[in-house]
C-alpha cells in the first residue's frame, strides 16, 4: 500500500522528472547527507547543484536532446551527478560495465551511437586503447583527480544554481534517460532503454516497499551501472530522504565494519553476496549492526534461513525484476524460497502468467489453435507479463536494437492481437499464488529425455558439508542426446566426494551430475551471476583443464578420477553413459 501510495502521483505532471526531484527534495532537506563515498560525499543540496553543473557542461559542449553519453566510471557519488545532470537536458546517458575492455567495451558504445565517452582514472587506459577505433565522432572526456589521457572536464567555473527554462527545455516522463546493459553472461551485452517515467516508478515504488526515512542509511556495494545499485537502491533511498553509503565493491572482509561504522539500517544485495557473507568466517561486527532489513533479488531457500539467523536480520525483502523487464515480483511475507507474489487486488494491472515451455524450440509451447497453454499450479514453466498499452507501467520499452526488442515479445498468446513480454525466465507458481525462480531457459538442459533445471542441482550441492561455490551446467559428450549434467565445485573442511555423493541421491538420476570439477575459485560477473558459459567452453577434458575432475561412475557406486584414457573412451563413444 504504501508503494501504491508513494507511486500514485506519478504522471500527474509530465515535466516532473527524477533530476526535477533532487531540486525539491535539496529544498527540503538541504545539507542532509545524499551520497557517502569513502572518498567524497554529496548532500540533497550537493546533489542538485552538482547535477546543474554537469548540466551546464552539457550545454556548452553543443550536447543536444537524444544525444547519448557513454558513463564509464567506478561507484562515487559524482556517477549519479553526471547521469542526473546530463539525464535534464534530454541527454540519454549509457551506464557502461566497467569490466568490459577491447571489443566488448567498443560493441557497448556503438550500440548506442554514442557522441562521447566519460571515463574516470581507472578506466581511461581502456578507452585510449579503442581511441582510434572510435573515430573522430565519439569525443573523449576524462573526470577526476587521477583522470589522464583526455581533456578533463572541469567544473570549478560552472555555476549549481538552478538552469533557467530558456536554457533547456526540459525532458517529459516519456523521454529516455538512460541506456542500461543486460549483463552479457551469454553473447554481447544489450542497450535496453529507461525512460524517465521508469526512473521516478522504480524509485517510489521500491522506497515505499522498504519504507525509507529520512533517519535511514542504505549501504550499497552494487555496481552504479546497473539498474539494482544504480538506480533501485539509490533513487528509493533518495526519493524517501535518506542517505545512501556506497562502496566501490563488495567486500565480505570489509562488510560487516562498513555497515556498523556508517550506522546503516539497509542493505540491498544481490545474487550470491549473501553467500559470501555466509561462507565468511565469522566478524565480531557481523551482529552489532543497525540493521531493519535486506533487500535484493537472488537469495536462493538454502541460504535465506542461515543467512537470516546468523546474521540478526529483522526482514529480507526478496524481490523479482529486471532491468527491460515490464512487471516485478514482491515477497512482503518473507516465504523463504519465493521471489514473490502479486496481490488479487492488483493483479488486473499486472497481468502475469507462466506458460508451458518447449524446450526443443526454446520458446513457449502453442496448443493446436496457436495459443500458449497456462501451466497448472508448482508446474515449471516460462514466465511471461502482459503488455496493457504503450504508455503505462506494463510497457516494454525494448533496446536499442530492434530486432532485439522483436525477439521479446509474443503475439497472439491467449487471444488474438494480446501482446507479452518474455522473461526467459522458467518460474513456478503454487497455490497460493507465490512464484519460485527455477532457472533460466537457456541454462537448463535435456538429459536422459529429461529437462534439468540447474539451479535445483545447485541447490543439493550446496547443502553438501564443505561446498562453498557451485556453478552446474550442461556439457556435450560424443554419441550422446542432450547435455550431460556437470558441476563445478570450490569446496572446504569437511568436503569428501562420497557425502558429495550421498548428498545428489536426492536427486532424480537423469538431474545428478555426470563429472564433478573441483576447482580453486569460480569466475562471476560483478553482480556475483557465474561465468558458466566459460565453464561449458572448457568442458570436462583432464588434459586441458587443471582442475581436478571426476566422473559418476554408477557400476562402482562412486566418483572416479578422470584421466586421459578414461576420457578418450567417453570421447570415442566406447563408455556410454
Same mark, same amino acid.
Given at each position: 500500500?504504501?508503494?501504491?501510495?508513494?507511486?500514485?502521483?506519478?504522471?500527474?505532471?509530465?515535466?516532473?522528472?527524477?533530476?526535477?526531484?533532487?531540486?525539491?527534495?535539496?529544498?527540503?532537506?538541504? %545539507?542532509?547527507?545524499?551520497?557517502?563515498?569513502?572518498?567524497?560525499?554529496?548532500?540533497?543540496?550537493?546533489?542538485?547543484?552538482?547535477?546543474?553543473?554537469? &548540466?551546464?557542461?552539457?550545454?556548452?559542449?553543443?550536447?543536444?536532446?537524444?544525444?547519448?553519453?557513454?558513463?564509464?566510471?567506478?561507484?562515487?557519488?559524482?556517477?549519479?551527478?553526471?547521469?542526473?545532470?546530463?539525464?535534464?537536458?534530454?541527454?540519454?546517458?549509457?551506464?557502461? /560495465?566497467?569490466?568490459?575492455?577491447? %571489443? *566488448?567495451?567498443?560493441?557497448?558504445? %556503438?550500440?548506442?551511437?554514442?557522441?562521447?565517452?566519460?571515463?574516470?582514472?581507472?578506466?581511461?587506459?581502456?578507452?585510449?586503447?579503442?581511441?582510434?577505433?572510435?573515430?573522430?565522432?565519439?569525443? !573523449?572526456?576524462?573526470?577526476?583527480?587521477?583522470?589522464?589521457?583526455?581533456?578533463?572536464?572541469? *567544473?570549478?567555473?560552472?555555476?549549481?544554481?538552478?538552469?533557467?527554462?530558456?536554457?533547456?527545455?526540459?525532458?517529459?516522463?516519456?523521454?529516455?534517460?538512460?541506456?542500461?546493459?543486460?549483463?552479457?553472461?551469454?553473447?554481447?551485452?544489450?542497450?535496453?532503454?529507461?525512460?524517465?517515467?521508469?526512473?521516478? #516508478?522504480?524509485?517510489?515504488?521500491?522506497?515505499?516497499?522498504?519504507?525509507?526515512?529520512?533517519?535511514?542509511?542504505?549501504? /550499497?556495494?552494487?555496481?552504479?551501472?546497473?539498474?539494482?545499485?544504480?538506480?533501485?537502491?539509490?533513487?528509493?533511498?533518495?526519493?524517501?530522504?535518506?542517505?545512501?553509503?556506497?562502496?566501490?565493491?563488495?567486500?565480505?572482509?570489509?562488510?560487516?565494519?562498513?555497515?556498523?561504522?556508517?550506522?546503516?539500517?539497509?542493505?540491498?544485495?544481490?545474487?550470491?553476496? !549473501?553467500?559470501?557473507?555466509?561462507?565468511?568466517?565469522? &566478524?565480531?561486527?557481523?551482529?552489532?549492526?543497525?540493521?531493519?532489513?535486506?533487500?535484493?533479488?537472488?537469495?536462493?531457500?538454502?541460504?535465506?534461513?542461515?543467512? #537470516?539467523?546468523?546474521?540478526?536480520?529483522? #526482514?529480507?525483502?526478496?524481490?523479482? =525484476?529486471?532491468?527491460?523487464? /515490464?512487471?516485478?515480483?514482491?515477497? !512482503?511475507?518473507?516465504?523463504?524460497?519465493?521471489?514473490?507474489?502479486?496481490?488479487?487486488?492488483? #493483479?488486473?494491472?499486472?497481468?502475469?502468467?507462466?506458460?508451458?515451455? %518447449?524446450?526443443?524450440?526454446?520458446?513457449?509451447?502453442?496448443?493446436?489453435?496457436?495459443?500458449c497453454v497456462r501451466c497448472a499450479a508448482n508446474e515449471v514453466g516460462e514466465a511471461i507479463?502482459?503488455?496493457?498499452?504503450?504508455?503505462?507501467?506494463?510497457?516494454?520499452?525494448?533496446?536499442?536494437?530492434?530486432? &532485439?526488442?522483436?525477439?521479446?515479445?509474443?503475439?497472439? $498468446?491467449? =487471444?488474438?492481437?494480446?501482446?507479452?513480454?518474455?522473461?526467459?525466465?522458467?518460474?513456478?507458481?503454487?497455490?497460493?499464488?507465490?512464484?519460485?525462480?527455477?532457472?533460466?531457459?537457456?541454462?537448463?538442459?535435456?538429459?536422459?529425455?529429461?529437462?534439468?533445471?540447474?539451479?535445483?542441482?545447485?541447490?543439493?550441492?550446496?547443502?553438501?558439508?564443505? $561446498?562453498?561455490?557451485?556453478?552446474?551446467?550442461?556439457?556435450?559428450?560424443?554419441? &550422446?542426446?542432450?547435455?550431460?549434467?556437470?558441476?563445478?565445485?570450490? $569446496?572446504?573442511?569437511?568436503?569428501?566426494?562420497?557425502?558429495?555423493?550421498?548428498?545428489?541421491?536426492?536427486?532424480?538420476?537423469? =538431474?545428478?551430475?555426470?563429472?564433478?570439477?573441483?576447482?580453486?575459485?569460480?569466475?562471476?560477473?560483478?553482480?556475483?551471476?557465474?561465468?558458466?558459459?566459460?565453464?561449458?567452453?572448457?568442458?570436462?577434458?583432464?588434459?586441458?583443464?587443471?582442475?581436478?575432475?571426476? *566422473?559418476?561412475?554408477?557400476?562402482?557406486?562412486?566418483?572416479?578420477?578422470?584421466?586421459?584414457?578414461?576420457?578418450?573412451?567417453?570421447?570415442?563413444?566406447?563408455?556410454? *553413459?
Open positions: 500500500m504504501r508503494a501504491l501510495e508513494r507511486t500514485a502521483a506519478i504522471g500527474r505532471d509530465p515535466t516532473l522528472t527524477l533530476p526535477l526531484l533532487i531540486d525539491r527534495l535539496a529544498e527540503r532537506f538541504a %545539507d542532509a547527507p545524499a551520497l557517502v563515498g569513502p572518498e567524497s560525499a554529496l548532500s540533497y543540496r550537493g546533489l542538485s547543484e552538482a547535477s546543474h553543473r554537469f &548540466a551546464r557542461w552539457g550545454l556548452a559542449q553543443g550536447l543536444q536532446r537524444d544525444d547519448v553519453i557513454c558513463l564509464l566510471m567506478r561507484n562515487c557519488p559524482e556517477y549519479l551527478a553526471i547521469w542526473l545532470g546530463l539525464s535534464r537536458i534530454g541527454v540519454s546517458v549509457a551506464l557502461v /560495465n566497467t569490466n568490459l575492455t577491447g %571489443d *566488448l567495451l567498443k560493441h557497448s558504445i %556503438d550500440i548506442v551511437r554514442a557522441r562521447a565517452v566519460i571515463a574516470g582514472g581507472a578506466h581511461c587506459a581502456a578507452l585510449a586503447v579503442l581511441r582510434e577505433r572510435l573515430g573522430e565522432r565519439v569525443g !573523449c572526456w576524462a573526470f577526476g583527480p587521477d583522470a589522464v589521457g583526455f581533456p578533463r572536464l572541469e *567544473l570549478e567555473a560552472l555555476s549549481g544554481a538552478a538552469l533557467p527554462p530558456a536554457d533547456c527545455a526540459p525532458p517529459s516522463l516519456a523521454d529516455r534517460a538512460l541506456y542500461i546493459y543486460t549483463s552479457g553472461t551469454t553473447g554481447l551485452p544489450k542497450a535496453a532503454n529507461v525512460s524517465h517515467l521508469r526512473l521516478m #516508478q522504480w524509485s517510489h515504488w521500491f522506497a515505499g516497499l522498504i519504507d525509507a526515512q529520512p533517519d535511514d542509511r542504505l549501504y /550499497n556495494c552494487l555496481p552504479m551501472y546497473h539498474s539494482v545499485g544504480g538506480v533501485v537502491a539509490t533513487g528509493a533511498a533518495l526519493v524517501g530522504g535518506a542517505a545512501v553509503v556506497l562502496r566501490e565493491r563488495f567486500s565480505s572482509s570489509n562488510f560487516w565494519k562498513d555497515v556498523v561504522a556508517e550506522r546503516c539500517t539497509l542493505f540491498q544485495y544481490i545474487g550470491e553476496l !549473501c553467500r559470501y557473507l555466509l561462507n565468511s568466517a565469522p &566478524a565480531a561486527a557481523e551482529t552489532s549492526h543497525r540493521l531493519r532489513l535486506a533487500c535484493g533479488n537472488g537469495l536462493r531457500a538454502e541460504v535465506w534461513e542461515p543467512f #537470516q539467523r546468523r546474521f540478526r536480520i529483522p #526482514q529480507i525483502l526478496e524481490y523479482y =525484476a529486471s532491468t527491460e523487464g /515490464n512487471f516485478s515480483l514482491y515477497n !512482503c511475507e518473507g516465504r523463504v524460497g519465493a521471489i514473490g507474489r502479486i496481490p488479487p487486488f492488483l #493483479q488486473h494491472r499486472v497481468p502475469v502468467a507462466v506458460v508451458k515451455h %518447449d524446450f526443443d524450440a526454446v520458446a513457449p509451447a502453442r496448443d493446436a489453435a496457436g495459443r507479463g502482459q503488455i496493457l498499452d504503450s504508455t503505462g507501467s506494463s510497457r516494454f520499452e525494448g533496446y536499442a536494437d530492434s530486432e &532485439a526488442s522483436a525477439g521479446k515479445l509474443l503475439h497472439d $498468446v491467449f =487471444a488474438p492481437g494480446d501482446t507479452w513480454y518474455r522473461t526467459g525466465d522458467l518460474m513456478r507458481r503454487d497455490e497460493q499464488g507465490f512464484f519460485y525462480f527455477i532457472d533460466r531457459v537457456g541454462d537448463t538442459f535435456r538429459w536422459k529425455g529429461e529437462n534439468v533445471a540447474t539451479t535445483e542441482v545447485a541447490a543439493a550441492l550446496a547443502a553438501c558439508a564443505g $561446498v562453498a561455490e557451485v556453478a552446474v551446467y550442461g556439457v556435450s559428450i560424443p554419441h &550422446a542426446e542432450g547435455r550431460a549434467g556437470m558441476a563445478a565445485l570450490v $569446496v572446504g573442511a569437511g568436503f569428501d566426494l562420497a557425502t558429495l555423493r550421498r548428498a545428489v541421491a536426492v536427486l532424480p538420476p537423469y =538431474a545428478r551430475p555426470v563429472f564433478v570439477r573441483v576447482a580453486a575459485t569460480l569466475e562471476v560477473t560483478s553482480t556475483f551471476k557465474l561465468r558458466t558459459q566459460e565453464l561449458v567452453r572448457q568442458g570436462y577434458d583432464p588434459e586441458a583443464v587443471r582442475d581436478a575432475i571426476y *566422473l559418476d561412475d554408477t557400476a562402482r557406486g562412486a566418483y572416479v578420477r578422470l584421466d586421459g584414457p578414461l576420457f578418450r573412451r567417453i570421447a570415442s563413444g566406447a563408455l556410454r *553413459l
